[in-house]
């Protein structure tokens, strides 16, 4: 792994010290960088989690990928750099109420001490493979709202686990997804990483989505449409399948050639 390569790929020339102004820098740039993608499902290619394959995709070919991809690689980042970091397991809140399985989803627990400050690490949830969440790592410990630009989260208890809830523009809080604070190994990701490749029953594999944070909102391609945000304002364009590759090179830099 070439860590100046991976910092270069994410556009990163800050502060390499493991600390959490260093850490929500890091974030920030990782989703303004590499888009949340699935593409790969679409075109019958297989996903793999071992780091090289990942490392090969996303920094060499510049692509995006979904949560097991982004979030296990920036893992590898965080801990080259220093950082002590745990891969959590998730289950993505359901339309229809309740949570998916464990596995649905990977995100991580950052530990890291404020700037210039002893004592204690302190926990942080970080994610930059969950497409339109937080920008910056959340406290993990801090149950009360936690302001991300013109959004905001929370971290509600539930039991021994915790459930991430958004509050959107309009003010209502929807929830995100249930973790529980037991540390996962990468393999163990793997059976629901298939399952969302080739399910019909996966969102993954019932539509396609490339999406990215920009310094004043989102850009997202999906199916035919291209959805621009800024601000208060959202402009949304068809796109006509020839056309696609085009916009994804231009707007989204991904080739998938």
């Not at 090289?52 to 995006?64: D, E, F």
């Not at 891969?87 to 359901?94: I, P, Q």
């Not at 001490?113 to 790592?137: E, H, K, Q, R, Y």
Request: proline share 5%; hydrophobic share 40%; glycine share 10%.
């Amino acid at each position: 792994m070439n860590r100046d390569a991976y910092l270069d790929r994410i556009g990163y020339a800050g502060s390499l010290a493991p600390t959490a102004a260093t850490l929500a820098a890091l974030h920030v740039a990782h989703l303004r960088a590499v888009p949340f993608e699935n593409l790969d499902i679409g075109l019958g290619r297989p996903i793999q989690l071992d780091l090289p394959t990942l490392y090969a995709k996303i920094v060499t070919r510049r692509r995006g990928g979904f949560c097991y991809e982004l979030n296990g690689l920036f893992a590898w980042l965080l801990e080259d750099l220093g950082y002590a970091v745990d891969r959590l397991a998730a289950g993505v809140a359901r339309r229809d109420g309740g949570f998916g399985p464990p596995f649905d989803h990977l995100t991580l627990r950052v530990h890291c001490t404020a700037d210039g400050v002893d004592g204690a690490a302190i926990p942080w949830l970080a994610d930059v493979g969950f497409g339109d969440s937080f920008l910056t790592p959340l406290h993990l410990d801090t149950t009360g709202e936690q302001p991300d630009g013109r959004r905001a989260y929370r971290l509600d208890r539930d039991g021994d686990a915790r459930v991430l809830w958004q509050r959107d523009f309009d003010g209502a809080w929807t929830p995100q997804h249930r973790f529980d604070l037991t540390a996962h190994q990468m393999a163990e990701y793997e059976p629901t990483c298939l399952y969302h490749q080739t399910s019909p029953q996966s969102s993954f594999t019932q539509r396609r989505v490339c999406t990215l944070a920009t310094a004043d909102g989102r850009v997202t391609l999906a199916e035919g449409r291209l959805i621009t945000t800024r601000g208060d304002s959202r402009e949304e364009h068809p796109v006509a399948e020839e056309e696609r590759a085009a916009v994804l090179r231009d707007v989204f830099g991904v080739r998938l050639g």
